[in-house]
């Protein structure tokens, strides 16, 4: 079965850091941009971050710029969102999901979602 599956979420303090893996299973990682996509309650979906296929292109929304970075290791098959600074807002369930090679802001693009992983991030 061709899938992509999030884990690493949990409940942290606020300043405090998580990373979430995104792991492939059924396909290679080699040939897919990977983006990151959160949904609080109550709102809608948002695009956090993609990486491009061979990591050489990354972008981030602005409201996590310069505190998230999204790194991949194709030989693990695995993608990472690393999240630090972490604040209330940022509490939200997370996606990882897939496309061919290069990011794009359109959600519809992607193939392959996970079913999601909980950040909350609350004292």
């Known amino acids: 079965q061709l899938q992509v599956v999030e884990s690493g979420g949990g409940l942290v303090q606020p300043g405090g850091s998580l990373r979430l893996s995104c792991a492939a299973s059924?396909?290679?990682?080699?040939?897919?941009?990977i983006g990151w996509f959160r949904q609080a309650p109550g709102k809608e979906r948002e695009g956090v971050s993609c990486i491009s296929n061979r990591g050489s292109s990354t972008n981030y929304a602005d409201s996590v710029k310069g505190r998230f970075t999204s790194s991949r290791d194709n030989a693990k098959n695995t993608v990472y969102l690393q999240m630090n600074s972490l604040k209330p807002e940022d509490t939200a369930v997370y996606y990882c999901a897939a496309r061919s090679y290069f990011c794009s802001g359109d959600p519809g693009s992607y193939v392959y979602w996970g079913q999601g992983t909980q950040v909350t991030v609350s004292s």
């Open positions: 059924g396909f290679t990682l080699d040939f897919y941009a």
